[in-house]
């Protein structure tokens, strides 16, 4: 029984919700069947796992109908009529919290049965409800318009005065429903094509930035949001990301939860690229994103898949809040997913941290006891570990290691060419980096460390933070 349907929904539930759902089973309105109360009243005495042996169909069987021969049929048929109750239930209780769209539906109600007087009354609050909300998005814009509708068909039709003003006011509310919606679906686009290399059919693109690029939307925020995050997509300069976060203090209470994720998760974006470019003063930016993620539930350490883990923690270390990272992993350890890289990720993670504290021998013991599935992150075991076998002045160890990741990225099809290439880059500095260091820095290879600094300084990428390691191994040679 525990596998029903219903079982899993129950499972979803909170406590008022559970309380709830008792009073809308025993209301004759909705439920005239007593089995389904008395099952529902055995079933929710498991709550909240619902994990127990005794919840079975024959032991529920028995509570129900006890002194009866257990009937398979009999007690899934039950089951059946309370988990479409249950349904039932939340599709009202969804309803209920939708208050606004329960209001029009009134209006058109209304408005069939011919009741003027109420409708006016009704559809005044309604609009003022819409017109005065704290948060204007594209919900709110939407019931916007869908009152508009309701309203020209009423004044249309009912004898009052008709006005082609309406048809405007309706025009107005859909440009700016349509407005938001657009601007939110091509800046996840963008994002999404930029960030995960992943194409899209993004008509009329050109046709509505070139009108909204030019709009403040001072009293949109929504759009504006979402305008800022697309100028910033377009342009990768630092000034529209410096604009986005004005925009993110200045509105933080006016736009929905979902609108600040976005940002959240475009300030995270954003730092990775310009970390890429070698610039490290966007490690705090990117914490402070995921901080903010974090502190805001936007992600959820009761479940969390592998890779955000370690881009979390790592993100902590690198700005030095180890104690924040360690209560981070603590917390998130047993939602890792999924969870046969637990252990992995666990060892990772530990190994970063050694790796920034400079316990390279702990570090590399750490890294060894990985073994990721998925490439990137054996990249990410490779490259830091060929650095920590250089720390600890290990020559040939350093450079087999580097001839061992070379080997990977031409052997690893999932990668992308211009991703091995920086690699490439990478393991051929540290190659000879390795070897001006192992002969020493004298008259003959002077000239050598010059021309190994200006080939670091011009690689395309910092992949992982090595090239600016480079910078700083190179500048320790004399």
Known sequence: MQKTKLIQLLKTFSKQEIFRLGDFLRSPYFNKNENNIRLAEAVLEYLPAFDSPELTEEKIFKKIFPGEEFDYFKIKNIISDVYSLTSEFLKISISQSRHLDGEINLLNALHDRKLDNIYRHREKKVKSELLNAEIKDEDNYLSQYQLERVNIAHYK???????????????DSFLKYSLTGLLRLYSKMLHNKNHGNIS????MFENVWKYAKEM????????????????????????????LLEIKEEYRRKIPVEEFYYILQEQNSFAAYRLKQ????????????FREMIENKFMDTGYLIFPNVISVYTSACMVDEFVWAEDF?????????????KLNTLNYCRGFLAFRQKEFGKALQLFTKTNFRLYLMKVMVKSYSARILYEQNLYDQTLSSVDTFRHYLKSEKMMAEDQKNSHYEFLRNLAELARLKFEGINKTNKEDLVM?????????????????WLIEKAGELK
């Open 157 to 171: 039709f009912s004898g009052a005065a008709y006005s082609f003003n309406s048809i405007q006011t309706e025009f």
């Open 200 to 203: 899209f059919d993004m008509k």
């Open 216 to 243: 403040e939307f001072n009293d949109n925020p929504s759009c504006k949001v979402y305008k800022q995050i697309i100028a910033l997509e377009l342009s990768k300069k630092e000034s529209d990301y410096k604009k």
């Open 278 to 289: 070698g610039d490290e003063s966007y490690y705090m930016e990117r914490f402070s994103a």
């Open 329 to 341: 992993l603590r917390n998130a350890a047993n939602g890792i997913s999924p969870a046969e890289e």
């Open 452 to 468: 190994l600094k200006r080939q670091i300084s011009q690689m395309s990428t910092n992949p992982l933070g090595a090239k600016n």
